[in-house]
């Protein structure tokens, strides 16, 4: 038996096999061929192959996300048949006597400049989809395996480290925890473990071995522990523990149904953080009173190019229409630092954390914007959505986007298409600039919602992301919490609301503390809902 010790982002006991997250290598060799019509044969049935897996993904789009969305891989057929596109790799293998990868990767960035130079913002989206389609034909005719997880049981996911870009693409039926060597309590991986209500352990370092891939693992999330090919001593010993702590979940079922009140009559909205119309489920499983937190940016990090505004209306429209009425908070767009996206073509920075992020992107690239906030606000039509905005600093910053929200709602009335005028508009609070002039800025919105995670980046100066620096961050420091209480006081003196949808919200430590702030709302990861209401139905 093998034990590793690391650190634990969430509770519990998953028992299974190692399955090691893979990535594919896309590194293309040219070299020569001697029969160029065995060579476009070869072609020939890649390209056959990527039309059925392309259906079947078309298929499984449908059930999962619905016919907008599932277009894409319609659109990528057809690229795939274009007389053009295949003429090209054609032309190459047979005039330069090639192979088909090389012709097929030459075509693919070509084609994809192309796109990409011309003037038509339809055609500049192109290039991602030509891209893609290239790297499918590739994919098949090196014989590369699928990025990602390929398994059908439930697995332990073990890998160096999970972008947000990975993690949303994961099976999440097929997942019972994740192992990494890296990575922090606030990366990803770990907001996804807590989400999805999965034992998680990070910083293993590299004695989590890729030759451990298919054994025997079990994960303590209690204690941050991973054993491979554990001994029938430990196997006994976990799967008690794991059922011991089943019949806790168990009791905590009993709250369903009960008010979010203390002992002595104070009330607290308790709401639920997603990332994607499939975490609805959790959010009306663990009885949320609505959702505090929809981050909007998976969309675009699921998408191979900018989603539409039909494909975001259908997505938001179903999330309110789901939630029957309780209240759904959508965060606009907040790309850029650790969350990237290819197609976005941002400039590698030098210090992303404090660069071109989340709300600036907005504001500088407005037809992007725009295109998120009409379909926020037709979908405004169907349910009680709310809508804020990220890494706010100033109230001309707030004042521009109600700017661009009255020429939304005019384009729209214009068209005849409905929303609601009462649609709530917020900020998120996570920028100490933001809380030095909260009063200000409660004065332009309806709503505040503290973003803990950043905001307590920005008081301590310390990158959440740099696992080195764990000893140091320390998101009870009482700069962080003095910050909190200020924006709270700032909001109610101007009768606004004030929530938390960072990750501090479901830090039961501190339940007491935000009561006594005054808070309003708690926004945590789905399967923290029924803990955190037990503790506040017991505090006074």
Not at 47 to 74: P, R, S
Not at 194 to 209: H, Q
Not at 416 to 424: K, L, M, S, W
């Amino acid at each position: 038996m093998i034990t590793l010790s690391g650190k634990s982002v969430f509770g519990g006991v998953a028992i299974g096999k190692l399955a090691f997250y893979k990535r594919e290598d896309k590194q293309i060799k040219r070299h020569h061929v001697d029969d160029v019509d065995a060579e476009i044969a070869r072609f020939e049935a890649a390209q056959n192959t990527a039309m059925e897996e392309l259906g079947a993904l078309y298929d499984k789009a449908m059930k999962d996300v619905g016919e907008a969305n599932a277009m894409i891989f319609e659109v990528h057929q057809m690229m795939l048949m274009d007389l053009d596109y295949v003429e090209s790799i054609r032309n190459i293998i047979t005039t330069q006597e090639v192979n088909a990868e090389y012709a097929v990767g030459t075509t693919g960035d070509n084609f994809s400049e192309m796109f990409a130079s011309m003037d038509d913002a339809y055609m500049q989206g192109r290039a991602a989809d030509v891209k893609d389609v290239s790297d499918r034909l590739i994919k098949i005719l090196s014989g590369g395996g699928e990025s990602g997880v390929q398994t059908d049981e439930p697995v332990i996911v073990a890998a160096d480290d999970l972008v947000p870009s990975e993690t949303v693409q994961l099976d999440k039926e097929k997942v019972l925890g994740f192992a990494t060597m890296y990575g922090s309590a606030n990366s990803h991986t770990a907001i996804l473990a807590r989400t999805m209500n999965i034992p998680a352990v990070i910083g293993l370092g590299e004695e989590l071995k890729t030759v451990y891939d298919g054994k025997d693992a079990i994960i303590d999330g209690f204690t941050g522990t991973i054993y491979i090919d554990p001994d029938e001593e430990t196997l006994r010993v976990m799967t008690e523990k794991r059922e011991e702590d089943r019949k806790k979940k168990a009791l905590l079922e009993e709250l369903k149904g009960k008010e979010n009140v203390t002992l002595s009559g104070q009330k607290i909205n308790v709401y639920a953080n997603i990332g994607n119309l499939s975490d609805v489920g959790a959010v009306l499983q663990n009885d949320a009173g609505g959702i505090g937190l929809f981050r909007s940016e998976f969309l675009y990090l699921e998408s191979e190019d900018f989603p539409t505004e039909e494909q975001q209306f259908q997505v938001y429209k179903q999330v309110a229409e789901n939630m029957a009425g309780k209240k759904v908070i959508i965060r606009t767009l907040d790309i850029g630092a650790d969350k990237q996206v290819d197609y976005f073509n941002l400039d590698k920075e030098e210090n992303p954390a404090l660069g071109y992020r989340a709300i600036r992107i907005c504001l500088t690239r407005p037809e992007i914007f725009k295109t998120q906030l009409r379909a926020l606000y037709r979908a405004s039509a169907f349910g009680q959505i709310a809508i804020m905005f990220p890494m706010i600093i100033s109230v001309s910053e707030v004042k521009r986007i109600k700017e661009i929200i009255e020429e939304v709602k005019a384009e729209l009335r214009e068209t005849g298409i409905p929303f609601r005028e009462d649609v709530e508009i917020g900020i998120m609070i996570e920028t100490p600039a933001s809380v030095m002039v909260s009063r200000e800025l409660a004065k332009e919105v309806d709503f505040f919602s503290v973003g803990t995670n950043d905001l307590t980046q920005y008081t301590l100066a310390i990158d959440r992301q740099n696992q080195k620096l764990d000893n140091f961050y320390d998101p009870h420091h009482p700069a962080v919490l003095r910050m909190i209480q200020m924006a709270a006081d700032n909001a109610h003196a101007e009768g606004k609301w004030i929530g938390i949808c960072g990750e501090l919200g479901a830090d039961l430590e501190l339940t007491e503390t935000f009561l006594k702030m005054g808070l309003d709302e708690l926004s945590v990861s789905p399967s923290m809902v029924l803990p955190l209401r037990k503790k506040i139905r017991e505090c006074e």
